[in-house]
Every structure is written in C-alpha cells, then in structure tokens.
C-alpha cells in the first residue's frame, strides 16, 4: 500500500500563485506516475496533471496548461503542483493520486490517492 499526504492548500487571490506537494510513502516502488485532481462543490473529479517517476513525462489538463507545472522530487518521494496565475475557477479540493502507470493515473481509477488540500481562489 502507498500512503499519500497533500498540503500547501491555502486561500489565495486571483492572479496569485501556489504550491501544494503530495509525499508518498510505504510501498512507493510499486508506483511509476503520480498525478492530480481536483474537484469543486457540486462538480465530478476532474484531472489536472500526471507526471511519471522514472522519465519526468508530464501530461495536463488543457485548462491548467501554460499555468500549472506538475514535478516531483525522487529522493524525498514527493511531487508538487506548481499554480500560477490562479483563477477563482480553480477553487477546488486537490488530490493527489499514484499507481503503476500515468494511463492509469490520468483515468482517474488509480488505486492510491491522499486525503486532499484546499485550495480557494478569491475574486
């Protein structure tokens, strides 16, 4: 089993930036691709970025290109989810979720996911 802890969620205006990072632990050399998601009040779950362990490959939701940047740190077994430019739209509690392969990260049917980390954008 992986264990997934978020953080860094805050309040933050429009137009400002945020970090939040995912550490991952346990069994974590069964995992090759970490991603996000997030989902807003009375909204599905949606993707926003997948990155793979070994490559560095990354993958975006077309709505956070040229504003999100998804990387990860090996030796401390954490990614993170760089937000610039943050749009009141982009309100939402952030997952992180692993598995075996960003395929199955991106589908969103990855069996290890974190708690999620609030994220609220202010007009």
């Known amino acids: 089993q992986v264990q997934l802890v978020e953080s860094g969620g805050a309040l933050v205006q429009a137009g400002g930036s945020l970090r939040v990072s995912c550490a991952a632990s346990g069994r974590t050399f069964i995992i090759d691709a970490m991603g996000w998601f997030r989902q807003a009040p009375g909204k599905e779950r949606e993707f926003v970025a997948a990155?793979?362990?070994?490559?560095?490959?990354?993958r975006y939701a077309d709505s956070v290109k040229g504003r999100f940047t998804i990387s990860r740190d090996n030796a401390k077994n954490t990614v993170y989810l760089q937000m610039i430019s943050l749009k009141p739209e982009d309100t939402a509690v952030y997952y992180c979720a692993a598995d075996r392969s960003t395929t199955v990260v991106v589908s969103g049917v990855a069996k290890n996911w974190g708690q999620g980390t609030q994220v609220t954008v202010s007009s």
């Open positions: 990155i793979t362990w070994s490559g560095g490959i990354t």
